[in-house]
């Protein structure tokens, strides 16, 4: 809600006020609470997969909530391969058609979107569209991401044009990323990170973030003035396509790490791991056992719940405090199916409570454990209280493994009998000849089978 972001720049406003001079406190933990804290709150807006991973609807109804009332706002129907993979998703928004149309490469990962719009009974008309290239070694992370608009005759690069440039040492490891983006029509240097690698250990220990603020001078500046330095490993297979900070997962985790501000030893950033999930970052002065920030990791349950608690110990001069002063928890909940049912960030100051923002996702499950509902709840700052904001209810679901093609069916159980129905579930023939342009579950004996006719 804009109240609690407004409640969220507000700490961020005090972090500013709490600088001390350079030579006795890090600056870096005003800066790092005001940009990460703003990033946080934006995750609680995602929503989980609303398909399960062995079937998947072939139908959507999506309404918005108004003056107690759900309003029917368009349908979605889906199209999949074989791999559960979106092919095709077209919207209908009374009358009006949008449809998008995707292809993957053999990692899954999506290598392009083409969008086309038009009257449900008139043409339809290109509107944009996105391509995507992918690292080699790193499969999902992606070195070119483009994106356009037609324009009537041709496609127009737009913002969301993005290219990521890896160089690797003799050894395959990453030493620098360097990000283009958009600028007057030229795909122009924007940021860089760089790692520096120990000639004894093979393993990066150091790195920098970069900005290129005046691009007409070809100068790179040090991003926030941070950079790290006696990098300490937990585990590493030198691919880091991410900053230092977020090194918390995967193959890739940091252990320990100088930290410098504007050139100068500033503190310490130490981590440490309780299983594969959890772990405690711990930001320090240059004292390293004076903590200036503490972030906590925690799994809540079996189902993958967390939490993740972030402690500043600042008082209100900015010196080093021995007791919490600004804490923001966030907290997600995660059901049996996997699916987030809540996710909630809460601010306090000084102990007392100063903002809070919860979003929530009610589901309806068939017996098979697939979706049929979900409902989005948001905070109402004004009445303090969850109201209800979007619904899906989802249908016809299909065995997405068992996808194939008309000759596919007409060879399988071969004497036993068609039966073709529409996404609804409606059965409307007995026979895959003359159907209308549309998607139909055709089954045959034990075997059921999607076909798209065009």
């Not at 079996?302 to 500043?312: M, P, Q, R, V, W």
């Not at 679901?397 to 039966?419: C, F, M, Q, R, W």
């Amino acid at each position: 809600s804009n109240s609690s972001m407004n409640k969220f720049y507000a700490i961020a406003l005090f972090a500013a006020a709490c600088t001390l001079p350079a030579a006795a406190t890090p600056n870096r933990f005003a800066k790092k609470l005001s940009a990460k804290k703003t990033a946080t709150a934006a995750t609680l807006v995602e929503q989980s997969s609303a398909a399960d991973k062995i079937f998947k609807p072939t139908k959507s109804s999506d309404y918005i909530y108004e003056e107690g009332e759900w309003i029917l706002m368009g349908e979605t129907t889906f199209g999949y391969d074989s791999r559960g993979n979106i092919t095709t998703k077209t919207v209908n928004e009374d009358g009006y058609i949008t449809e998008t149309t995707f292809t993957y490469n053999d990692d899954n990962m999506e290598t392009s979107h083409v969008v086309t719009e038009g009257e449900e009974d008139g043409p339809m008309e290109k509107s944009s569209k996105r391509t995507y290239v992918y690292d080699p070694v790193v499969k999902n992370f992606y070195i070119e991401r483009m994106g356009y608009d037609w324009n009537g005759l041709s496609w127009d690069a737009n913002f969301y044009c993005e290219k990521n440039t890896i160089t690797r040492n003799s050894d395959g490891y990453i030493t620098e990323i360097m990000k283009e983006l958009p600028m007057a029509g030229t795909m122009t240097p924007a940021y860089k990170s760089c790692w520096s690698y120990d000639a004894t250990t093979g393993q990066a220990n150091e790195f920098a973030y970069y900005e290129m603020r005046d691009p007409s001078l070809i100068n790179w500046t040090l991003y926030n003035n941070t950079s790290y330095k006696e990098i300490e490993w937990d585990r590493t297979n030198g691919q880091m396509t991410s900053g230092i900070e977020e090194l918390t997962e995967g193959e890739n985790r940091i252990k320990s790490a100088a930290v410098y501000y504007d050139g100068i030893l500033d503190g310490y950033m130490f981590v440490s791991y309780s299983g594969e999930n959890d772990y405690t970052i711990k930001s320090t002065f240059n004292d390293p056992t004076v903590v200036g920030e503490e972030i906590i990791r925690e799994t809540t349950d079996e189902n993958g719940s967390y939490k993740i608690t972030d402690n500043f110990y600042v008082d209100e001069d900015g010196n080093p405090s021995q007791e919490v002063t600004i804490t923001v928890i966030e907290s997600v909940t995660i059901d049996s199916h996997g699916n987030v049912t809540e996710a909630r960030m809460d601010a306090y100051i000084f102990g007392e409570l100063d903002s809070y923002d919860i979003n929530r996702n009610e589901y309806t499950y068939d017996e098979d454990g697939n979706i049929i509902e979900v409902i989005s709840y948001i905070l109402d700052p004004e009445e303090e209280d969850m109201m209800p904001e979007m619904r899906s209810v989802y249908s016809g679901y299909i065995d997405v493994a068992e996808t194939s093609g008309i000759a596919d069916i007409a060879t399988d159980n071969k004497n036993a009998l068609i039966e073709v129905y529409n996404i609804n579930g409606v059965r409307v023939s007995d026979n895959i000849e003359g159907l209308d342009s549309g998607f139909y579950i055709v089954r045959q004996g034990n075997k059921a089978s999607k076909i798209s006719v065009k």
